[in-house]
């Protein structure tokens, strides 16, 4: 069993749980009378057994029952009766609090080696007296051409203690605050701190750098330095840090030269010790992903970066290993087809600025036109499979194909991307189409479900803005219905994907 027990403010007692069945003792004391007096007493009060045995952890010299002279800190005593019972009784004695009856106002050392720091003591109403410590003399509340070191100024006449008043000096001086052992994914900030009043206004560091902060480039190891200037009074101060870059994986991988915006790119790892990886790419560094051979695409043309990491178990990490790759711009193959209304005539608008295009139906070549309005009669009532083949010299070709189901209930199918980038081509979405507006309704959401435009005018085109502002790239939801021409009462609807590109 340990026991608590508090001595006025300052002698605090403990009785520990021993082996055996504790003893009937307990411990006692007198507290330090001032600070610095070191005249604390503790004894051992026997209630009942004996004789004891004491082993008084701070002096194995002494075996009574009763120290004295003590200073602050902890004390212990083992109390034993030799046969049945043993107690562990601790405590700790601290100095009395006696309050400042006073302050201290500084005026700092303007250089080392100058000693021309000022104090001034501002002692507190009331019938006091006050002396300095290093200086009994002196009578003066304010010091001047002071060196480093500590001054005090002791004040009597505010009870049995003296209350001191003490003020540290020391030169300017900066120091280095940031991680000295580093990961090199995760190199420090440097930061020079100012001590004692020094006001520098320039930096120099061993890297280079002349600011207050700077960011560690990985691999930096050794002795970093930084001297400051305070021109106005020609001070200079120095500090260094010794920095150490801790072990980390190695990595390589391997990608592509090229490839062609929204097409998914394998890109390889074909080193590693880590633990685990960490993909970035695009930039921005909009692609993510920890798989060991991930499939990544860019969403914009030219040079894109591609970045791997390794992190061991801890997660201390390599420096990132970079590369890019060459995205190459992919015009799409955009194609729409509308049935005439009760007629197997179809409607087919291709809008393609490719270099070289086919267009088939079913199996059968229609055209190589990559951009151009056909009307054509498919004679009977079935499915059909419209496809357009879009090339380009760089490779980054597209291929859109409808299924469109030609039948007396008109179907209308409407092109799956456009470009509004104020080329003059492709801008608008969709191509215009012949139907009643009775009924007719044509709406646009993004991939949250958020409506971005419509309309319930067949002729109207959406410019790729919403509220004023354009949509960012990207692929986005449309819902279509109207009403059957050959049958009224009866309503179509189609729904989609459209791919908005820049």
């Known amino acids: ?151 005090a100024a002791i004040i009597t006449g505010g009870g049995p203690c003296p209350s001191i008043v003490g003020q540290w000096i020391d030169n300017p001086n900066i120091v280095i605050q940031g991680i000295t052992d580093y990961c090199p994914s995760d190199p420090p900030l440097l930061t020079a701190q100012l001590d004692w009043g020094f006001q520098p206004d320039i930096y120099v560091w061993s890297t280079g750098d002349v600011t207050n902060s700077i960011q560690v480039v990985p691999g930096t190891v050794g002795v970093v330095d930084v001297t400051a200037t305070d021109t106005t009074i020609g001070c200079v101060v120095n500090a260094q840090i010794t920095l150490n870059e801790l072990p980390s994986p190695t990595v390589a991988f391997a990608t592509p030269d090229t490839t062609c915006v929204n097409v998914l790119t394998l890109v390889n790892t074909i080193a590693t010790t880590a633990d685990s990886l960490v993909w970035r790419w695009g930039t921005g560094n909009y692609g993510f992903s920890n798989e060991l051979n991930p499939l990544i695409n860019f969403t914009q043309s030219g040079w894109e970066p591609v970045s791997l990491q390794g992190f061991d178990s801890l997660g201390c990490g390599s420096t990132a290993l970079l590369d890019s790759i060459y995205a190459q711009y992919q015009e799409p193959a955009i194609l729409s087809v509308l049935q005439d209304p009760c007629t197997p005539f179809v409607d087919i608008v291709l809008g393609s600025s490719t270099d070289s295009c086919a267009f088939f139906i079913g199996d059968s070549l229609i055209t190589n036109d990559c951009a151009g309005y056909i009307r054509y009669n498919m004679r009977r009532y079935r499915e059909y499979t419209y496809t357009l083949y879009a090339t380009q010299s760089n490779g980054c070709n597209d291929t859109t194909q409808l299924v469109l189901d030609v039948r007396t209930e008109p179907t209308l199918f409407l092109a799956n991307a456009f470009t509004p980038n104020e080329d003059g081509v492709n801008d608008l979405w969709p191509m215009r189409v012949d139907v009643s507006d009775y009924g007719f309704e044509l709406l646009v959401f993004d991939r949250w479900g958020t409506q971005l435009w419509g309309t319930i005018d067949p002729q109207e085109q959406w410019d790729g803005t919403a509220g004023g502002s354009p949509v960012p790239m990207g692929v986005y939801a449309y819902t279509m219905r109207m009403r059957d021409p050959c049958e009224p009462t009866n309503q179509v609807t189609s729904a989609g994907h459209l791919t908005l590109f820049r």
């Open 1 to 151: 069993m340990r026991a608590f027990l508090a001595l006025g403010a300052t002698l605090n007692v403990l009785t520990a749980l021993a082996q055996l069945p504790p003893c009937d003792v307990s411990l006692t004391g007198t507290p330090i009378t001032c600070p610095g007096d070191d005249n604390g007493t503790l004894s051992v009060v026997a209630g009942s057994g004996g004789p004891y045995t004491y082993a008084w952890d701070h002096d194995p010299t002494v075996t009574g029952t009763t120290v004295g002279s003590l200073e602050p800190g902890p004390y212990s005593v083992i109390v034993s009766d030799g046969v049945g019972c043993e107690s562990i009784l601790d405590t700790v004695i601290t100095d009395p609090y006696v309050a400042p009856l006073g302050t201290m106002s500084l005026t700092n050392i303007t250089c080392a080696g100058n000693d021309d720091a000022t104090l001034t003591f501002t002692m507190d109403p009331g019938p006091y007296a006050f002396t300095w410590a290093h200086a009994p003399g002196v009578t003066s509340t304010t010091l001047t051409n002071l060196a480093p070191g500590f001054y």
